[in-house]
């Protein structure tokens, strides 16, 4: 019998939530996406994921991603989502909202890093795992072995002066009207900070800008390997549900 769990991924425009088969990272049925209310305060939110839950017909535990750090369940910053989630204990509220269950609470950047460790891109990979997804910003995520750090926050380190997000993220891409080749060498600028004080094994691309992965990754010129997600928008959903089913909760 196959194996499921749930995950919820809360972002800045749209919460999206699916029945995941847990041994291939597969969603079960369909995608359920609706649009982040506005604004989007924590208990608006958890009604929004209620009603995705609501609509799922699923009555079992639930991992769930926020654009924020969070350390013991509670929402320790806000991107792209109401303030007033800052310091919210966000794993008490879903799980009121949800008549008690068990719910697990996590940075969307380390649930996709999960997923894509456990079932996408990184599956047969060894030692150190970096995830980056490159978007607005960059947001980050770090395994050992499948093992989770979690709540980096690679995206604000500086590198040669400015923030890597600053220099690296797609949107500087397009703000600047960069060719693939420029914005390549910022790239690999700022992997090779990275690369020099953590030693990873592998680096995995994420966000939107990866689908195009052939016309920019062979422009790398950093030594550890880079390769594009394979998840996609689905690695938030798919990382949250594998965080509830194995305990994970930063």
Do not use: C
Not at 70 to 86: C, E, H, L, P, Y
Not at 119 to 134: N, Y
Not at 156 to 161: P, Q, R, S
């Amino acid at each position: 019998m196959t194996k499921t769990g749930f995950g919820v991924d809360v972002g800045g425009s749209g919460v999206k939530g699916g029945v995941v088969d847990l041994e291939t990272g597969q969603l079960v049925g369909d995608r359920i996406k609706l649009l982040t209310p506005q604004p989007s305060t924590p208990e608006a939110v958890a009604e929004t994921v209620t009603e995705i839950i609501r609509q799922a017909e699923w009555d079992g535990p639930v991992g769930i991603t926020l654009p924020s750090v969070v350390t013991g369940g509670v929402a320790r910053s806000a991107a792209n989502i109401d303030k007033k989630w800052i310091g919210t204990d966000a794993r008490a509220l879903f799980s009121d909202a949800l008549g008690g269950r068990l719910v697990t609470v996590l940075n969307d950047a380390d649930a996709a890093g999960i997923a894509e460790d456990a079932l996408g891109a990184g599956k047969d990979a060894k030692g150190v795992v970096i995830l980056l997804t490159f978007g607005t910003g960059i947001g980050s995520a770090i395994l050992h072995n499948g093992v989770l750090l979690p709540n980096t926050e690679f995206g604000h380190m500086e590198v040669d002066g400015k923030e890597a997000e600053h220099r690296a993220a797609s949107s500087v891409k397009e703000k600047k009207d960069l060719s693939y080749k420029e914005w390549a060498g910022e790239v690999s600028r700022v992997l090779t900070r990275f690369e020099n004080l953590l030693w990873p094994d592998l680096f995995i691309a994420g966000g939107g800008i990866s689908r195009k992965n052939e016309k920019w990754i062979p422009h790398l010129t950093n030594r550890t390997p880079v390769v594009p997600a394979a998840l996609l928008n689905t690695a938030g959903i798919v990382g949250a549900a594998l965080a509830v089913e194995t305990g994970i909760a930063p």
